[in-house]
C-alpha cells in the first residue's frame, strides 16, 4: 500500500490537498461530522441510529495582471485518491474565473490549534444515557395524562480542520445539539411544543417539558375565537430568537451602504448609531459564552456580502451589535470594511439578546391584564427588504391572557411584522435564557433571547391551522 493510501485522517488529508496545490494560494477545510438522533411517536421510540460524514472543500487562489481570482470546490466522502482531482478541480475553477472582488491577502500569524493533529472528535448513542430513560418517563406520564409525545432529539458534533498555504493549522470541535417535543390530545384537535437547544444533553429533561406541555394542552381545553387587529402579544424566547436571527442576516454593512436594507438610511448612509428601542437592549455575538460556544475564528466555505473565502482563519472576536439600544455595528468582510469604511466585523456564530430583565415568561404573563401568549412562530417569509417586514404564522398554541391568568387557547394567525420596529415599540424584555429557534434550527441554534412584551403586534389575519 502506497503512502498516499494511508492518508485517512483529516489533518492528513489537509496537509496532503495542500502540497499537491499548484495554485498561487490554498485553503483547504475538512469537515469531519457524527450523528445521534432518536424519533418517537404516540409515546413510543420510533427510530435511533448513528451516522458519519466527511466534507472536503478546497479554495485556490490565482494571482494574474488584473487581480486575484478564486476557485472553489466541495465534495463528500473524499477519500486519499480523490484529493488530487479535487484540488484540480479547484485550480481549474480559479483559473477560468475573472478577478474575485473581494481578493484579500490570505490570513497568515493565528497560533496553530494544538489539537490539529488529533483525531476527529465523534458523539454517540452514548449522548442520550440520561436523557433515554427520561424520555421513557416522560411517555409513561404522558399515557397516564391522556396526550401523547411525538419529536426528536438530535446530537451533532463536527470537527473542522482549516488549513493554509499561508501556514495557518486551525481546529474546532462544534457540538450541537436539538430536542423538540409535542404533545397532542388523541383526538388531534390540541397541540403544544417545546424545545431545547443544548450542548451534550445534560441539561435538558424531557419530563419537565411534558409537564410544561400538559399544561397548555390543559388551557386549550377552552376554545376562543378573536378577529386579526392589534394585540398585545407576549413573544417568547424562540419567537424572538427566530426574527432577529433572520434581522442578522440582513445585517450586512454593504448591502446598508448601498441602500438596500432597513439599515439604509435615506437618502444615503446607515443608521449605525441610532436609537432602536428605549430598552437598554444588547445584541451580541460571543464565540466564548458559556454553552453557546462557536468557532473562534472564521470558517467560510463560500463568498458573500456577509462571508469571505479570503478571510478564513481571521480571529472572530466578541461583538455587540446593538449597544444601550442603539445600532453599533454590522457585519463585515475584510473586503466590505475597506468599501465601506467600518471596523471589521466577522458574522455570529451564536446570538444573544440582553435587556437587564429578570422576570420570568411567567411572571410576564402574571403582569398582563390582556394580551395574547404565543408558543412559537414558523414559516418566516421576508416581504420588504427596505423595513424588513416579515410574514408568517403562529402555531402549536395562542392564548389568550386575561388578569394574569391564562384563559383559553384562540385561532392561530398570519402575522406582519418587522423585527427592527418590533424593537422601537417592546415595552418590556424578560429575563435571558438559552433557546431554541424553531424555524431556523436546521440552520442555527445557538440563541440566548427573553421574552419581549409588544403593545400591538400585528396578527394581520386568521389562520386555520394547528
Not at 404533545?183 to 431545547?196: E, H, I, L, V
Not at 436609537?275 to 451580541?284: A, I, N, V, Y
Amino acid at each position: 500500500m502506497s503512502s498516499t493510501n494511508r492518508i485517512t485522517k483529516p489533518h492528513e488529508i489537509v496537509e496532503r490537498a495542500l502540497e499537491l496545490s499548484t495554485a498561487d494560494g490554498c485553503v483547504v477545510i475538512a469537515d469531519e461530522g457524527s450523528s445521534a438522533n432518536l424519533r418517537w411517536a404516540g409515546n413510543a421510540l420510533t427510530t435511533n441510529g448513528v451516522t458519519r460524514s466527511r466534507t472536503l472543500t478546497v479554495i485556490a487562489t490565482v494571482d494574474g495582471k488584473e487581480g486575484t481570482a478564486s476557485g472553489v470546490v466541495s465534495r463528500s466522502a473524499v477519500t486519499a485518491d480523490d484529493l488530487e482531482p479535487l484540488v484540480r478541480a479547484a485550480e481549474a475553477a480559479a483559473r477560468g474565473a475573472g478577478p474575485a472582488e473581494d481578493a484579500q491577502r490570505l490570513v497568515t500569524g493565528t497560533p496553530a490549534s494544538p489539537d490539529f493533529t488529533d483525531a476527529p472528535a465523534e458523539t454517540s448513542s452514548a449522548v442520550f444515557a440520561d436523557f433515554a430513560p427520561a424520555l421513557g418517563e416522560a411517555f409513561a406520564r404522558a399515557r397516564e395524562g391522556g396526550r401523547e409525545l411525538y419529536g426528536f432529539a438530535n446530537h451533532e458534533l463536527v470537527s473542522t480542520y482549516v488549513g493554509t498555504s499561508t501556514g495557518l493549522r486551525l481546529r474546532h470541535d462544534q457540538p450541537n445539539g436539538t430536542l423538540e417535543l409535542n404533545a397532542k390530545s388523541p383526538d388531534r384537535q390540541r397541540s403544544a411544543w417545546a424545545g431545547r437547544s443544548t450542548r451534550d444533553f445534560k441539561d435538558v429533561d424531557p419530563t419537565v417539558l411534558d409537564a410544561e406541555l400538559a399544561v397548555r394542552l390543559g388551557w386549550a381545553e377552552r376554545k376562543i375565537d378573536l378577529p386579526a387587529g392589534r394585540y398585545e402579544t407576549l413573544l417568547p424566547p424562540t419567537a424572538v430568537a427566530d426574527l432577529l436571527i433572520y434581522q442578522m442576516w440582513s445585517a450586512a454593512a454593504r448591502d446598508a451602504v448601498e441602500g438596500r436594507t432597513v439599515f439604509s438610511k435615506p437618502g444615503g448612509g446607515t443608521r449605525l448609531g441610532e436609537k432602536l428601542s428605549d430598552l437598554p437592549l444588547s445584541l451580541r455575538s460571543d464565540p466564548n459564552a458559556p454553552g453557546l460556544e462557536s468557532a473562534p475564528f472564521v470558517i467560510a466555505h463560500s463568498s458573500g456580502d456577509d462571508a469571505s473565502v479570503f478571510d478564513n482563519g481571521l480571529p472572530v472576536p466578541a461583538t455587540e451589535w446593538i449597544a444601550d439600544g442603539h445600532l453599533n455595528r454590522l457585519s463585515t468582510t475584510r473586503h466590505t470594511a475597506g468599501l465601506t469604511g467600518m471596523q471589521l466585523s466577522p458574522g455570529f456564530g451564536n446570538l444573544i439578546l440582553d435587556a437587564g430583565g429578570e422576570k420570568s415568561l411567567e411572571e410576564m404573563v402574571a403582569a398582563t391584564e390582556r394580551g395574547l401568549l404565543l408558543t412559537c412562530l414558523w414559516y418566516i417569509r421576508e416581504v420588504d427588504p427596505a423595513t424588513l417586514l416579515l410574514t408568517g404564522l403562529t402555531r402549536d398554541g395562542v392564548y389568550l391572557v386575561e388578569n394574569g391568568q391564562v384563559v383559553g387557547e384562540v385561532n392561530n394567525f398570519r402575522f406582519n411584522e418587522s423585527p427592527v420596529d418590533l424593537l422601537s415599540r417592546a415595552s418590556e424584555a424578560g429575563r435571558t435564557e438559552k433557546t431554541l429557534p424553531r424555524e431556523w434550527s436546521d440552520w442555527f441554534t445557538r440563541a440566548a433571547m427573553p421574552a419581549l412584551r409588544i403593545p400591538d403586534f400585528n396578527m394581520s389575519s386568521v389562520s386555520k391551522g394547528v
